[in-house]
């Protein structure tokens, strides 16, 4: 049996040039909009000046400054890492100091709370300039210096509250901050002073009393409820009074 080859159909030539559709076309089922993507996935650098991250009459630069004028050679003394010689330069005390006395003052007494804090508020990201102080490393300066820095805090804490200078605040389980003493008008004189004094050892002692996976949420809980007040006019409610 021989093989027939059978015909192929012929087809018309395809048209290669492109139609603009017609509005009529789309009658039916019109074509979707189309917007412009939004990518969060992208890495952004944006210019900062650390300076203006805090207002210029802001607690922490009253505390930075008051600690700057202090003599703090008693916790430099076994430092290897010197000027002139190989090594890591350690952190400043005045800086471990600094985050330590604003944290009490705003009623943490976390490490690691502050480590976070490191991460995205203002007031510890001037402080540190824009760095990120790790939890072990403040926590081996306190236990290190335990003895020093418990005095040291009270004093400073109890003096710059009495000029007005901070206010020591409180952070409740809801997140809430409150004021932890009355207000600085009433520290006047020597006894003032010492009412000043005594509110700040009771700060300390109540802070410390909170564990430490509860500050984090407590903290945690600030943040968002800071984030929902300024979210109206950006201006934080006042801080009602113990």
Known sequence: MENKQIPLIELPAANTEAVEPSRGDYAEQPPKPRFQK???????????NVERLIAEDHAARAIWDFVGKLDLSGYTK?????????????LNPQLLISLWIYAYSQGVGSARAIERLCTHDPAYQWL???????????????????????????????????????????????GTKIRACVAPDSFRG???????????????KAVDLVSEEETSRRVEKARQRARLEE????????LPDL
């Open 190 to 204: 020597k006894d003032g002073i010492e009412k000043a004094l005594e509110a700040a050892r009771q700060q300390i």
């Open 38 to 48: 939004i990518d969060r996935e992208q890495l952004s650098w944006r210019p900062m």
């Open 231 to 238: 979210g109206g006019d950006g201006v934080p409610m006042g």
């Open 128 to 174: 540190t300039g824009m760095e990120v102080v790790n939890a072990h490393s403040l926590s081996d300066f306190r236990v290190k210096h335990e003895t020093e820095l418990k005095g040291l805090f009270v004093q400073i804490l109890g003096l710059l509250s009495a000029e007005g200078l901070i206010t020591l605040e409180r952070v409740t389980q809801d």
């Open 78 to 90: 076994h430092v290897r890492a010197v000027e002139g010689f190989a090594g890591r330069p350690l």
